[in-house]
């Protein structure tokens, strides 16, 4: 494989990310390139101890994505680890495809439940005391409120509990990489 292809091939396999961060990383290797040149080594050898460019394009697309994460802990940063780390490897999306459907359902069920609760609790609080209740109007208000705290407490523990599991994915992911990067680049 030429120079000229395996560039092109990473900057297919980089498509996505910032233009910035394209430019940084093939002027990475591009450096690579030039440095291995005046060492007197082909373009061929270069290519071969690089690997394949779409594989090494998934690394650096996952490696972006947890760095994201963990500049910016928001929803686009967590779903753009959990992608990067689900491109590393097709078994991964075997096996952890649906144990990650699975939980991510549980969560969304959890939250929809919150808001639920959050919403009955404004109702009672806010018409609670014009219907009379059992307690009176005093036991409405309170249980309204009550109601609204409890729902954003366990909304609370739920957003500690959903960075908690993109953490865990992240490390997953860097553990994965550590431990197949000797299988897959013997020579590096």
Same mark, same amino acid.
């Given at each position: 494989?030429?120079? *000229? ?24 290797? =591009?450096?690579? %390139?030039?440095?291995?040149?005046? =060492? ?7 290519? /071969? #101890? ?11 697309? /996952? =490696? ?10 928001? $929803?686009?940063?967590?779903?753009? #680890?959990? %992608? /990067?780390?689900?491109?590393?490897? /097709? ?33 009672? %609080?806010?018409?609670? $005391? %014009?219907?009379?209740? $059992?307690?009176?109007?005093? +036991?409405?208000?309170?249980?309204? *409120? ?12 739920? +957003?500690? *509990? +959903? ?26």
């Amino acid at each position: 494989m030429t120079r *000229v292809e395996f560039m092109s091939r990473l900057r297919r396999g980089l498509a996505g990310l910032p233009a910035t961060a394209i430019t940084d990383l093939t002027a990475d290797y =591009e450096s690579h %390139f030039n440095d291995g040149l005046a =060492e007197g080594r082909g373009e061929a050898e270069l290519t /071969a #101890a690089l690997g394949d460019p779409e594989r090494l394009a998934r690394e650096l697309r /996952a =490696e972006a994505g947890l760095k994201r994460w963990e500049e910016t802990k928001n $929803p686009s940063a967590a779903a753009s #680890a959990v %992608f /990067a780390v689900l491109g590393l490897g /097709a078994i991964d999306i075997l096996i952890l495809l649906p144990m990650l459907m699975g939980v991510l359902g549980a969560l969304f069920g959890v939250f929809m439940a919150v808001i639920g609760c959050f919403i009955a609790g404004g109702a009672v %609080f806010a018409v609670g $005391p %014009f219907v009379s209740p $059992p307690g009176g109007p005093t +036991t409405a208000l309170l249980a309204g *409120v009550g109601l609204m705290a409890g729902a954003t407490s366990v909304g609370a523990v739920l +957003t500690i *509990v +959903t960075i908690g599991l993109v953490n865990a994915l992240a490390w997953y992911g860097r553990l994965h990489y550590r431990l197949l990067k000797p299988a897959i680049d013997p020579q590096g």
